[in-house]
């Protein structure tokens, strides 16, 4: 067994304001160029610790507000479907929105609007780092545990990992792949677990599901 | 564990008091003084009689401080407030030196506490100015807003900017509240506690009670809003709203409410919902006394539909606190009722008294509806509206004040 046991973390996000407010399409185009890496990260993946329903009908909050304010139905679409887990780096994926929206603007009529008070505010979050005390040793404790891992734990591990480590890899299968060979396959399951288009309630759940059926089955 | 975190972990889950066991360690031994200027009466009060003693518990120095003043100076506050939520409202000169003066003469009061805190909050504005009094400030002060300023009245905002301008960070409930400032600005939603009298569980009989107390009948649909006399409440439109549903279905309404030693205007409006009332023999307006907790309790579980029609809310914890009890909220478009009134999901949010009764018909005829958003409504605000959520985000955010800019902050290792 590897010398090196898998540290459980948590973390908790405090959301701050960058301070750019946008009414317009055109606006929300100058906001996004403006906007720090931080607040487009926010947008995708903060998300997913802040207060919300968790049952949201689009996948970022630029697709929702573009859908709910603008009720420009077919750009929400478009934004909503971008998945950020394609994109190298930030700078990729804020590049994709700009082009989106762009192209909306190109073919509108005229410059959608919202209400005063439906702005969309960009905002940004920092992260704490907490220590929950536990270790594993051993990969076949990954079941049970991740299983009783709080939501924070989820998205320090599977989300936040991937801006985190040169790799760009969740912390799970980087740990297996660091076992050496014996876990690969797990390994490649946990890396195909869809981190985007779902709660980090489901997240826990399909992950808890993929450690319970490689360790029964083997 | 002390018993009163204990208790928590039955509500709110053992990771949430984990959560604030980790992020207390940091801050072991800070003083931290809450500053604002009512002890009873409104949301603010209402968050620090709890928050005050768990930070307590949490192993920090934490006091409380309310300012106090004459009628003049409550006058100018209680302006600032309705022109930071839009109003356009010039207050004079005098006002405005009444303001400082009693600012100033506050900071005497308890200079030494505010000059040596670590971590000073100060909320809203009417304690605003007193950073204007303590120029050898050892902590990091932070101006807490709990109003909706999405579109303040600029003169007085400019006024009072002058004052938040200079403190460390400011927090509003919501990032559409937040304004040009050039220091730290966090988004931290107010919460309600789940363990005080206004939100525990209640037996049947006393939930019961209120309507033979309070002369209602138990055969009709209940109707309640709960919240100060407060033009921005809009009771009247409330009123407007039940006398459309009644045309159709038999109800009943309840507008239950209280003043605040802050709040000068309560009377008079009072005295136009009682006037708007009368001769309405369903509508019932109750005036109950600040620590009338459980009765709003119990009014709360009583009603089919709770009502929360405001033209302007910095958060509305009387939102939070229905749905915690299961109950599906009609509520005004606009501030912070938007994160807790998912429209069609956990309530409708709506602006006007048309829509208020075009939603309430439907609820009243949709039983099944209703159950649905009540179970709703009570999941979201474990998740995200009770008060160790909201503790944890000030811890949060002191131990991200003493770590300057950095985005990430490992205390793992502390």
């Keep these: ?218 | 564990m002390s018993s009163l975190l204990n208790a928590y972990t039955s509500v709110a889950g053992e990771d949430v008091i984990n959560h604030l066991l980790q992020l207390s360690k940091p801050l072991a031994g800070k003083k931290v003084l809450h500053v604002n200027s009512t002890r009873e009466g409104g949301g603010v009060a209402e968050i620090l009689h709890k928050l005050v003693p768990l930070m307590a518990d949490l192993g920090l120095d934490v006091s409380w401080e309310v300012i106090t003043g004459q009628p003049d100076f409550y006058k100018c506050t209680k302006s600032f407030h309705n022109a930071l939520q839009g109003h356009r409202i010039t207050v004079g000169t005098g006002l405005l030196e009444v303001y400082e003066k009693t600012n100033r003469e506050n900071a005497e009061r308890f200079e030494d506490v505010l000059r040596e805190a670590d971590f000073v909050f100060i909320h809203d504005p009417q304690p605003a100015a007193l950073i204007d009094s303590i120029p050898n400030r050892k902590g990091k002060w932070i101006w807490r807003c709990h109003i909706d300023c999405s579109r303040p009245y600029r003169p007085i905002w400019k006024y009072l900017r002058d004052y938040c301008a200079r403190y460390d960070a400011s927090i509003f409930s919501l990032p559409d509240f937040a304004q040009r400032l050039s220091h730290p600005q966090y988004i931290i939603a107010p919460s309600i506690d789940p363990l005080s009298e206004k939100n525990i569980s209640l037996p049947a009989g006393e939930v019961n009670e209120v309507f033979s107390e309070f002369g209602l009948d138990p055969d009709l649909p209940l109707l309640v809003q709960v919240s100060r006399f407060d033009r921005f409440k809009d009771p009247l439109g409330v009123i407007e709203a039940f006398m459309q549903v009644r045309r159709h279905v038999p109800c009943q309404l309840v507008l239950a409410g209280g003043g605040a030693s802050d709040d000068p205007e309560g009377q008079a409006v009072l005295e136009e919902v009682l006037t708007a009332a009368s001769g309405e023999p369903d509508v019932h307006v109750l005036v109950l006394p600040p620590d009338a907790h459980r009765k709003i309790n119990a009014l709360q579980r009583a009603a089919d539909i709770v009502i929360q029609k405001s033209t302007r809310e910095g958060f509305g914890l009387t939102v939070s606190e229905a749905m915690w009890k299961a109950r599906p909220v009609v509520g005004g478009d606009t501030g912070g009722i938007r994160i807790q009134v998912i429209d069609h999901y956990t309530g409708f949010r709506v602006r006007t008294p048309e829509g208020a009764a075009l939603r309430i018909r439907y609820l009243l005829h949709h039983k099944d509806k209703r159950l649905e958003m009540g179970k709703r409504a009570r999941r979201l605000v474990r998740e995200n509206f009770l008060l160790t959520r909201h503790l944890r985000e000030y811890m949060a955010l002191m131990i991200s004040l003493m770590n300057g800019s950095q985005d990430r902050i490992d205390i793992s290792t502390s």
Excluded at chain 1, 66 to 80: D, G, I, P, T, W
Excluded at chain 1, 102 to 108: I, M, P, T
Excluded at chain 1, 148 to 159: E, N, T
Excluded at chain 1, 160 to 173: G, H, I, L, M
């Design chain 1, 1 to 218: 067994m590897s010398a090196q046991p898998f540290h459980v973390k948590d973390c908790a996000l405090i959301a701050l304001s960058t301070g750019i407010a946008v009414q317009t399409l055109r606006e929300f185009r100058e906001g996004l160029s403006l906007a720090p890496a931080s607040s487009i990260y926010h947008h995708f993946w903060g998300r997913f610790l802040q207060p919300r329903f968790d049952e949201p009908e689009y996948n970022n909050d630029f697709a929702a507000w573009v859908y709910h304010s603008l009720h420009e139905k077919a750009l929400a679409e478009r934004l909503s479907v971008i998945d950020p887990t394609e994109f190298h780096d930030i700078e990729g994926l804020r590049g994709e929105l700009i082009d989106r929206v762009e192209e909306h603007l190109d073919l509108s009529e005229w410059v959608p609007w919202s209400q005063a008070d439906e702005q969309f505010h960009f905002m940004y979050s920092k992260i704490l780092v907490m220590d929950t005390g536990r270790c594993l040793e051993d990969p076949r404790l990954l079941a049970d545990s991740v299983s009783r891992m709080s939501l924070g734990s989820i998205f320090y591990h599977f989300i936040d990992a991937r801006r985190r480590t040169p790799e760009k890899v969740d912390d799970f299968s980087a740990w297996l792949l660091s076992l050496g060979e014996d876990y690969q396959d797990l390994a490649a399951a946990v890396m195909a677990v869809d981190p985007y288009f779902s709660s980090l309630k489901e997240i826990r759940r399909v992950l808890s599901l993929c450690f319970s059926r490689y360790f029964k089955e083997d």
